[in-house]
């Protein structure tokens, strides 16, 4: 863990007037202390304080999964009859202001909000998202290792040595995830496989739909290394050969996806990334078919800041990674999405993702 990652987390506390953050589930805590609570229904929360040492509160029975460095935070293990929030509430003082893990259980919050009348709460979010958006070089190695992975399992899709037709979308999709895991990840996220008109919904659940010819299988997938940072790819095969009016709709794509790859570069509005690519595809007459945003920031979560999207003016920061994923889904017949993990530097931007774009046709 680099330990100015507490240090930095606290100068920004200091910048937003924060008094104390409140960090539990989810990746703020392996970000900061290399420490990954378990989603349970026991409170598990870091608790840092402007100045002082942070203090992680967690079940005693949890206690012997943390590797405590003391250098960086105290070690508090709360007994099955205590009560944490009481336990986390005294650690406070007497704070004005206190930002909470945007993933903290509601419960948790409704009760330390009775333990503490009077505070500001804000969103942890706030505090630790921007500097979780920007990758350090070791990070941006690790993505890209989670990404060459991903592609390695997308490579073996566009050779045709993953069986599509006569298969089921849940048999393909399994079979996705048992390569990614043979790639190095240590879990599966998604593994989302949609065939013919089901490519029209961006987030189809793979299901009992058998893949014929003739189709496009829209593939998106993506899991977690054991470092802890995530893999997220689509790419689209066309069994047999795909109509006139799907290759035009998917060239407007591609060139849509790498205008945008092209414009995410250090300095460009988050918003303009989507822009670019709404008015390719717009232009083209395929505006309406394009339902969601462009992309998201990936990282220890799949998910995460930055979100490039119409209305997220900030500009791009060098070393931000995140996913451009334009796509077209015409309901009722079919749909096609190329996405990508792209860094933005301060020249230019790089995708992490190296296999082939173009929509490839497969017999069989
Ligand atoms: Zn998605
Ligand atoms: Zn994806
Ligand atoms: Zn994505």
Sequence with gaps: MEPNRLVRARNR??????????????????????????????????????????????????????????????????????????????LMGSPDVVAIGDHTWARFLI???????????????????????????????????????????????????????????????????RRLIAEGHRKVNFAIVAAGPNAASPHHEAGERVIEHGQVVLCDFGGTMPDGYCSDITRCVHVGDPPADFVDLYAVLQAAQAVAVGAATAGTAASEVDAVARRL??????????????????GLDAHEDPYLVEGNDEPLLAGQVFSIEPGIYVPGRFGARIEDIVVATQDGSRSLNAVSHDLVVLEG
Aim: aromatic share 4%; charged share 25%; net charge negative.
């Design 281 to 298: 595809i717009a232009d083209a007459g395929y505006g309406e078919w394009f339902i969601h945003r462009i992309g998201h920031g990936i």
């Design 111 to 177: 009760e330390l909000q009775a333990h503490l009348p009077g505070v500001r709460w804000r969103k942890a979010g706030g505090v630790i998202a921007a500097l979780r958006a920007v990758k350090s070089l070791p990070e941006i190695k690790a993505l890209a290792r989670a990404s060459a992975a991903a592609d390695r399992v997308a490579g073996a899709l566009q050779a045709g040595e993953i069986p599509l037709v006569g298969r089921t979308e849940a048999e393909v999709s399994a079979e996705i995830g």
């Design 13 to 90: 506390m200091s910048e937003l007037g924060v008094d104390v953050c409140l960090l539990s589930v989810g990746a703020d805590l392996p970000y900061l202390i290399g420490y990954e609570a378990m989603p349970l229904e026991r409170l598990t929360m870091l608790v840092v304080p402007r100045e002082g040492d942070p203090t992680l509160v967690v079940p005693r029975l949890e206690a012997s999964r943390v590797e405590h460095d003391p250098g960086l935070f105290r070690l508090v293990a709360w007994e099955e009859t205590e009560d944490p929030v009481a336990l986390v509430a005294g």
